[in-house]
């Protein structure tokens, strides 16, 4: 099985442009670097009063199942000292699962554990305006249920780009 994820990266605690573009390297020693985004600055959602986070999107190509991805962004998270006390609230380190195919079909999933595409990802700024920049083709530049990425941003929502490559260092 050849398969395709669209990871989400976000933090807002320490140096977070630093822990994202390690995390990325991370990632990128695991699995094939397919397209990242640069970093964006956007205001946090939930309502935790909290500094503004940096965020970016990067796809890669694995051959991991969508549990064996999840597991391995719990085990980055963790490394960076990832605490999961108040949600919604700071982080050193956010890893997401947006989206997932397998053999260029989109993985659809009901689990608890991992919903698949992102239950939120089609409102959050955060993850359509980067997911536009990467300009991904066919099926990979949609949000399965959803439709095509670029009629999914929100207008309400602030965010800026940085100009910084999530695969820099």
């Known amino acids: 099985m050849t398969g395709t994820v669209l990871i989400a990266f976000g933090a807002n605690l320490g140096d977070p442009i630093r822990t994202l573009q390690m995390a990325y390297q991370e990632l ?3 699995w094939t670097p397919v397209a990242a985004s640069s970093v964006y600055r ?29 597991n391995t962004l ?12 108040v949600r919604w609230g700071p982080r050193t380190l956010d890893l997401d699962v947006i989206a997932l195919w397998e053999d260029a079909e989109p993985v659809i999933s009901t689990d608890s554990v991992l919903t698949l595409p992102h239950p939120r990802a089609w409102e959050r700024v955060f ?43």
């Open 28 to 30: 990128a020693k695991l």
């Open 42 to 70: 956007s205001a946090p959602v939930g309502g935790v009063e909290q500094a503004d986070f940096f965020n970016a999107l990067a796809a890669f190509a694995t051959e991991d199942s969508g549990s064996e991805i999840l």
């Open 74 to 85: 719990h085990r980055i998270e963790n490394v960076h000292a990832r605490t999961r006390e």
């Open 127 to 169: 993850v359509t305006v980067p997911w536009q920049e990467l300009k991904l083709s066919g099926q990979l530049g949609e949000l399965p249920g959803f439709g095509p990425v670029n009629e999914l941003r929100s207008t309400n929502e602030e965010i800026t780009c940085l100009e910084i490559g999530l695969s820099s260092s």
